[in-house]
């Protein structure tokens, strides 16, 4: 097992390892000071770890609800949130219970949500169960629901009180999924370690599964401890994120999963950047070989007015300008400030 301290206005732990689940009730007695827990999870993680997660907590002298809510993205919305709530009004939870969220990116994004709000907070721990989760959503304490207009768009900072990543869950994800969080790992590799990147180049992630899950959360550390709240740093992790939102948008949110859509992203981005003369080394075929080692796509059919007009609508839009993340070199990331019309016509929009 190993413990990394995220040391942001709320410090905690990330425990990293096989077997947590079982250890579950013990690690969070520990780390929060209710003795009363409502577990938030979908249907399809519900069946596979929700009893584990429960005996667990048990043993450790928990009381336990469970509200259960279809699997996917369109259950991160409002129409769930109001649901939780009212379940959780319900079961007249108060400001010393807390919640869990045992699940992926979704499930972790709308507890999160929840706890920020219900009450005006409440505590919150973060059992990620997919590798987008572990590597990437579950640490840092953003926390959203989707709206009409788009994605995350509703959200609130809100720091779990602990992680729990038990990466044995990584093995009942189906191909489709574990790639997907693929895109995040990647995307660590290419604005922080060359180091972990040229481990990625060699497309051998599940023999090294611990030591990677444990490099991107201690670069996730870097970035929050620096920048909490998204002003700056932070920035760099929306690293292929702008197109990749446009990508996925484009497609309905079907034909490109996040990660899969964020690998794109990356990729047109370093050679959009190598065309403008934004990036003086060649990178873009490098990080090319790097995601077809891993099973990523690299490229996606999509004219450039729809790329531009889905980066622009996105959050990191800020009046006429837009913030573009930028790849110079593996391993170190910058964040390019630019015009939206030179974007424009950067993009070919
Ligand atoms: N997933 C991007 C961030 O946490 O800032």
């Known amino acids: 097992m190993t413990k990394i301290r995220i040391n942001t206005s709320k410090p905690y732990d990330v425990v990293i390892g096989g077997g947590l689940l079982e250890q579950a009730g013990a690690l969070i007695a520990e780390a929060v000071k209710g003795r009363r827990a409502v577990i938030v999870t979908d249907d399809i993680v519900n069946g596979l770890y929700s009893e584990k997660l429960i005996k667990s907590m048990e043993a450790a002298g928990f009381k336990t609800d469970i509200f259960v809510f279809p699997n996917g993205e369109e259950s991160k919305s409002h129409k769930t949130l109001i649901e939780l709530y009212d379940f959780l009004g319900n079961k007249n939870i108060t400001r010393s219970d807390f919640l869990v969220a045992l699940g992926g990116g979704v499930v972790g994004d709308l507890t999160g949500f929840a706890a920020a709000t219900y009450l005006r907070g409440i505590d919150y721990v973060q059992i990620p169960t997919t590798l987008l989760a572990q590597v990437d959503s579950s640490v840092g304490g953003k926390t959203a629901v989707d709206i009409e207009a788009g994605k995350n768009l509703v959200g609130a900072f809100k720091q779990p009180d602990i992680v729990i990543a038990d990466t044995d869950t990584l093995s009942t994800l189906t191909d489709e999924i574990f790639t997907d969080g693929m895109g995040e790992v990647v995307k660590y590799g290419m604005i922080w370690s060359k180091e972990l990147f040229d481990l990625l180049k060699t497309g051998k992630i599940k023999e090294n599964l611990d030591y990677v899950i444990e490099q991107c959360v201690d670069i996730k550390r870097q970035v929050v401890e620096t920048d909490e709240f998204d002003t700056g740093l932070r920035m760099i992790l929306n690293f292929g994120h702008t197109l990749g939102h446009s990508i996925e948008k484009f497609y309905n949110y079907k034909g490109f999963s996040h990660g899969k859509a964020v690998s794109v992203g990356m990729y047109i981005i370093t050679v959009i950047g190598e065309k403008a003369g934004l990036i003086e080394n060649n990178i873009s075929d490098e990080l090319k070989q790097c995601l077809i080692a891993n099973n990523m796509p690299f490229e996606a059919e999509i004219d ?31 964040i390019v400030k630019m015009n939206i019309e030179d974007f424009r016509n950067i993009i070919g929009g």
């Open 304 to 334: 450039g007015t729809s790329l531009f007009s889905g980066a622009v609508n996105d959050k990191k839009r800020f009046s006429d300008t837009i913030n573009i993340i930028l790849c110079r070199e593996i391993g170190k990331a910058d």
